[in-house]
């Protein structure tokens, strides 16, 4: 019953949940230029296995990233795939996921691109501050493109 809330709760905050057999594997839907896509993986195996992951672009036949990764039985993981900072809105990115040798599957999703439009960097003289005290604080705000 834990594993119905959890998926339920990737689900309702944007992640994409695969679940077959005998491995679970969640993964945000989104992908932006510089930074991680981060895969969380809970595989059980007797066995050994390989697990290949890569971001495919249907513009070009290059793997936006990709990483293969080998197991030696059951194993709770993350696997991170840098996106490059040159991606852009051209095509259709999707991530697949291969088990191979004991452990065998493909799963293939659509991901979303979101190029990353500003970030906010605020700063505070303290750490933690106490109820009724007054903050000071300075903040930035980066535009990008």
């Known amino acids: 019953m834990a594993l119905n809330y959890v998926t339920i709760f990737f689900i309702m905050f944007g992640f994409i949940h695969m679940a077959y057999g005998r491995y679970v594997i969640i993964?945000?839907?989104t992908i932006r230029p510089g930074l991680p896509?981060?895969?969380s993986m809970n595989i059980?195996?007797?066995e050994s296995f390989t697990i290949s992951a890569s971001i495919k672009n249907s513009?070009?036949?290059i793997n936006v990233a990709s990483i293969i990764r080998n197991y030696i039985g059951s194993t709770v993981d993350t696997i991170e795939l840098?996106?490059?900072d040159s991606v852009t809105a051209d095509g259709i990115y999707t991530l697949e996921v291969l088990g191979l040798?004991?452990?065998k599957f493909t799963e293939e999703k659509i991901l979303k691109f979101v190029s990353k439009g500003f970030s906010i960097y605020i700063q505070t003289d303290k750490s933690i501050y106490k109820?009724?005290?007054t903050s000071k604080g300075s903040g930035v705000v980066f535009v990008v493109g």
């Open 37 to 39: 896509l981060i895969l």
């Open 27 to 29: 993964s945000p839907d």
């Open 131 to 133: 109820p009724g005290q």
């Open 59 to 61: 513009a070009s036949p």
């Open 101 to 103: 040798n004991g452990v």
């Open 82 to 84: 840098q996106v490059p």
């Open 44 to 46: 059980e195996a007797e």
